[in-house]
């Protein structure tokens, strides 16, 4: 009831508010939700390391002072033929271009532990983006704290940057000198945002190139077409014939790395949100936190925990039904939930051996929703073969 009351109410927004909607796309797994839930400070998106594991558009709802960043959390972005193979309903296919529609900004997240995708990007994040050319870009490496060979870096940005970042060329060139006090985690920041003499203190604009730590070094040396400020010139509509030789987008107008599970560079990404967000009225009340009903936010991460526990295609035919949704008088909440699975069989996976599977579910997805929820949770779950 209180979630109702705070979605319906007027936002309490200042006199001159901020406001800056962003789409976060990319491949499936790539770390979208795990971002946007760092980003938040609180898990209200569900994670999972198999695909699709977010089936719906959900929005994520950070106030900070003036400003309220809007985070649009999406399906991946897939083809109709893997989504026919999980079971996809149709809006997996459409919300993630809905975003884009309302977007202020576009995150492309990458996953750059995934040596098989890493040097590009897939068809349907570079279709996504030439539909909406309009909207600036930004480009986030995730997970770099688990690729050890950081000189691979600077290989990755230049194939997903067309070797052009804000409409300058990257050339790649030797480093004599090692500087070893560079850091790990972030071995290289290629951010220039703003004109220099509108940079801002404590922001990763203006900051120096790091060079990573194998001894290579990226220089952006030359504009091209004149679209150094990203201003002059913007990028033009691609057809899918334009599309057919792009392995990366040539106009994105910064670049950020960062480990999203560990929280690493987070905060750099999010100084850089709240500083590109522009005039314009709040959407929602400074203590909204997602969109999401609390039933939603529940199933999701029951549904997280499924995922997680289940071999293979099995937990993609599981169907939730809440029995009990109860507040107590001391502010707990008791929910019962059965869980409908299509086979015997998986009715068995899910127990597990004297039910070790289900009450592992159950004592983890309970955590969860206790850490969203801020109250004591008493999660109950029963499961059941269909029909």
């Known amino acids: 009831?209180?979630?109702?009351?705070?979605?319906?109410?007027r936002p309490d927004q200042p006199q001159n508010p901020k406001v800056l909607r962003i789409a976060i796309i990319g491949a499936p797994n790539a770390g979208k939700s795990t971002l946007s839930n760092q980003l938040l400070g609180r898990k209200v998106f569900p994670v999972s390391r198999k695909v699709h594991t977010t089936r719906c558009k959900a929005w994520g709802v950070i106030t900070h002072e003036d400003t309220q960043l809007i985070i649009l959390d999406t399906p991946g972005l897939t083809n109709p033929l893997k989504a026919k193979r999980h079971n996809l309903d149709e809006a997996m296919l459409t919300d993630p271009w809905d975003s884009m529609k309302h977007a202020d900004l576009v995150l492309v997240l990458v996953d750059v532990s995934d040596h098989w995708t890493r040097n590009s990007l897939s068809k349907e994040v570079l279709k996504c983006l030439s539909q909406f050319p309009h909207i600036p870009s930004v480009l986030v490496l995730n997970k770099v704290d688990i690729l050890k060979k950081k000189f691979l870096l600077l290989e990755i940005v230049a194939d997903l940057t067309e070797g052009i970042v804000n409409g300058k060329k990257l050339e790649v060139k030797p480093a004599f000198k090692q500087d070893s006090s560079s850091s790990a985690k972030s071995p290289l920041?290629?951010?220039?945002a703003s004109p220099p003499e509108s940079k801002v203190p404590g922001s990763p604009c203006g900051q120096e190139k790091n060079q990573a730590q194998e001894g290579s070094g990226?220089?952006?040396?030359r504009d091209v077409g004149g679209a150094g400020t990203g201003e002059a010139r913007g990028p033009k509509h691609c057809g899918p014939e334009d599309l057919k030789d792009m392995k990366g987008w040539p106009h994105f107008q910064e670049i950020f790395m960062l480990a999203a599970l560990r929280g690493e560079e987070v905060d750099t990404l999010k100084s850089y949100l709240l500083m590109q967000a522009k005039p314009g009225p709040w959407e929602f009340h400074s203590d909204v936190l997602t969109n999401q009903s609390p039933q939603e936010i529940c199933d999701n991460i029951i549904r997280e925990k499924v995922l997680e526990y289940l071999p293979l295609e099995v937990p993609y035919g599981v169907t939730q039904?809440?029995?009990?949704?109860?507040?107590?008088?001391?502010?707990?909440?008791?929910?019962?939930?059965?869980?409908?699975?299509p086979r015997e069989s998986h009715k068995r996976m899910l127990i597990g051996r004297g039910g070790k599977v289900i009450s592992r579910i159950a004592w983890e997805a309970g955590q969860d929703l206790m850490n969203a929820f801020l109250c004591d949770v008493c999660l109950k779950l029963k499961v059941e073969v269909k029909g």
């Open 218 to 221: 990226l220089d952006r040396s």
């Open 1 to 9: 009831e209180e979630q109702k009351r705070l979605l319906e109410n």
């Open 321 to 341: 039904v809440t029995d009990i949704w109860e507040e107590g008088e001391c502010g707990e909440l008791l929910i019962v939930q059965s869980l409908l699975v």
């Open 189 to 192: 920041q290629i951010t220039q």
